[in-house]
Each structure stands twice: as C-alpha cells, then as structure tokens.
Nanobody
Framework: QVQLVESGGGLVQPGGSLRLSCAAS????????MGWFRQAPGKEREFVAV????????SYGDSVKGRFTISRDNAKNTVSLQMNSLKSEDTAVYYC???????????????WGQGTQVTVSS
C-alpha cells in the first residue's frame, strides 16, 4: 500500500506557472506508476499525466500537452507536475494517483491523494 500527499497548489494568474508535488510513503513507492488527475467543479475527474516507474514512459491529457510536464524522483519518493501557461480552465482540484498497473486509454489507479486546489484567475 502507498499513501500520497500533494502540495503546491494555490492561486496563480493566467499565463503563470505552478509546480505541484506529491510525496509517496513506503519504501517500494518507486515500483508504482504515478500520475495526476484533476476535477473541476461540476465536471468529471480528468486524466492529466502519468509516468512509469523508471520514467521511460509518459502520457498526457490532450488539454495539457505542451504545457504540463510530469517528473519523478524515486530517491525522494516524489512525483511532480510542472504547469506552465496556465489558463482559467486549468482551475481544479489536482490529485496524485498511483498503481502498479497502467491501462490506456482509461487508467483507474487504486491509490489517491487528498487533492490540492489550483485556481487560475486574475
């Protein structure tokens, strides 16, 4: 089992940048596929990004391609999401997620963090 804790959310102006981090507990967290989802008010949860255990595979949701970058540091048991060129439509609660398996096109990870709010507004 792995526990996930997100941090780094906040208020940012359109066009700005923000970096989210997720700390994973457990010595074997590096064996998990890690990713990010988001959920805006009144909308379904949306896939944002995923990275394989060693970082050799990444995938992004269409709405964030070219603007967001996922990375991980297995030595520190963390996964990060660098968000650039933020838009108002990026406003959502962002969730870190993990699972030992990954299945495209719909990934349903088992483990979730509590979420961190990102608000893009002037």
């Amino acid at each position: 089992q792995v526990q996930l804790v997100e941090s780094g959310g906040g208020l940012v102006q359109p066009g700005g940048s923000l970096r989210l981090s997720c700390a994973a507990s457990g010595r074997t967290s590096s064996t998990y596929i890690m990713g990010w989802f988001r959920q805006a008010p009144g909308k379904e949860r949306e896939f944002v990004a995923v990275m394989s255990q060693a970082g050799g595979f990444t995938s992004y949701g269409d709405s964030v391609k070219g603007r967001f970058t996922i990375s991980r540091d297995n030595a520190k048991n963390t996964v990060s999401l660098q968000m650039n060129s933020l838009k108002s439509e990026d406003t959502a609660v962002y969730y870190c997620a993990a699972d030992r398996n990954y299945a495209a096109p719909t990934w349903r990870p088992v483990y979730w963090g509590q979420g961190t709010q990102v608000t893009v507004s002037s």
